[in-house]
């Protein structure tokens, strides 16, 4: 039964009489399981009344009749942890787990179980318009409700809600993604379900657009911002703030971690456009005489590290001067006693950082560069370019949020829609 013929058909007494129109549906959340309707909202004139789902003797789209005669009149009044359908689900954003975006819902299908009517499918596509009116598709597609994080940022229904439990196993550029389509009380709800994980917070504003980024930093004290960024890459740090309002600048440095706000004082010092302004401070280095057993021991201990900084080492000297790098792949294939110095590049390709970012690209692409160390006066190491950076420095911007590729026709293999029929439990 679809919503949609559902709402404006008559609401019947038990002798056939016309007694009010359907308005709304009523469902109450629970959790993982299907939302359960208990009842219908009837209209009469401009007064809207409440209809128990255990009055109701016939439920069908065409018409609804009740079991008793007796109506109560009171005016319908929401309740905690009620949901309406109508008002709350149709036309409201819903997050699709599965493909990471918010959609929209244009219709709800209802199925009967043996617990009840229950909503078991949302139908995301928008109706075709002929003359002004809907003209749905035969069939009415829909995607299983299981599958959305539904209502978000729809406040009535906020404390009836579970919190966001599968967001939070998205990827954080996934999570940008649903706050940078979202409105603002979305976003705010999106990305106060990950608030409880610091660094999932942190990973998804290194990932959101800088303007987004700052109007969310802006709705946060000094403390809650450092907190954050304490939590970010030392460069993604800088940049977030350099993005701050002048006047908030020196008071979210301060209340940093001493050592991050070391790491950010020093690359807020150099151009965001050169290899010091890209580059990360925290980096994979091991004596040049230490084995490659040892180099590889500092591999797995750098938890603290980007996984991109971990396919190079560094193999430095006792003034922490570059001798050379190599890649993991070939400490992994070389004898764990042999020195770093016998399998180093002690030649490696490197840039100083006031290198241009547009050099450093050709770098990368002309000798096919994971990483790229930065170094200063003689060959001091002070950081290191992953080719995230690269990537991340010269895409342009209207590149990086790029539309979707068209979704599959319901009907072809890949589609993920399905019709239950009425008398079936719901999708699974």
């Not at 971990?310 to 430095?316: F, G, P, S, Y």
Request: aromatic residues 4%; negative net charge; hydrophobic residues 40%.
């Amino acid at each position: 039964m679809h919503l949609s013929a559902l709402l404006g058909s008559q609401l019947l007494s038990p002798s056939g009489e016309g007694v009010a129109k359907v308005d709304d549906v009523i469902v109450r959340l629970r959790g993982g399981e299907y939302p359960v309707v208990t009842g219908l909202v009837g209209k009469v004139g401009g007064r809207r009344l409440f209809v128990p789902v255990d009055r109701i003797q016939d439920l069908g789209e065409e018409r609804v009749k009740l079991g008793e005669a007796k109506v109560d009149l009171r005016s319908f009044g929401r309740r905690d942890g009620e949901v309406l359908l109508r008002e709350d689900i149709l036309g409201h954003r819903l997050i699709d787990v599965a493909d990471a975006e918010l959609v929209r819902a244009w219709d709800v299908e209802l199925h009967q179980t043996a617990e009840g009517w229950v909503l078991s499918c949302l139908d995301t596509r928008r109706p075709a318009r002929l003359g002004g009116l809907i003209r749905r598709s035969a069939g009415h597609p829909c995607k299983d409700w299981k599958a959305f994080e539904p209502l978000v940022g729809h406040t009535p229904s906020v404390r009836a809600r579970a919190v966001f439990g599968r967001v939070g196993r998205l990827k954080p550029a996934q999570i940008a993604d649903l706050i940078e389509d979202a409105s603002r009380s979305e976003g705010e709800e999106i990305l106060g379900a990950v608030h409880a994980d610091p660094e999932l917070e942190a990973d998804v504003f290194e990932e959101l657009d800088p303007d987004i980024a700052n109007r969310l930093f802006g709705d946060r004290s000094d403390a809650e911002v450092s907190d954050v960024l304490a939590h970010m890459r030392a460069d993604d740090a800088a940049d977030a703030v350099a993005e701050l309002p002048q006047g908030r600048r020196q008071a979210v440095l301060d209340l940093l971690p001493a050592g991050t706000r070391a790491k950010v004082l020093t690359l807020l010092g150099f151009n965001a456009t050169s290899a010091g302004g890209i580059m990360g401070v925290d980096v994979l280095a091991a004596p040049a005489d230490a084995t490659v057993e040892e180099a590889l021991r500092r591999v797995r201990l750098a938890e603290h590290l980007q996984p991109e900084a971990l396919v190079t080492v560094h193999a430095v000297d006792g003034d922490n001067r570059l001798v050379g790098t190599v890649s993991v792949i070939v400490l992994l294939q070389a004898e764990p006693d042999a020195r770093l110095l016998d399998v180093i590049d002690t030649d490696p390709v490197r840039v100083t950082a006031a290198t241009d970012v547009v050099d450093v690209t050709l770098l990368v692409a002309d000798y096919n560069l994971m990483t790229v160390p930065v170094v200063g006066d003689d060959d001091q190491l002070l950081g290191v370019i992953t080719v995230d950076d690269i990537l991340e420095a010269t895409i342009p911007d209207d590149w990086r949020r790029r539309e979707p590729p068209a979704r599959p026709e319901p009907g072809t293999p890949e589609t993920t829609t399905r019709t239950p029929t009425a008398s079936t439990d719901p999708p699974r």
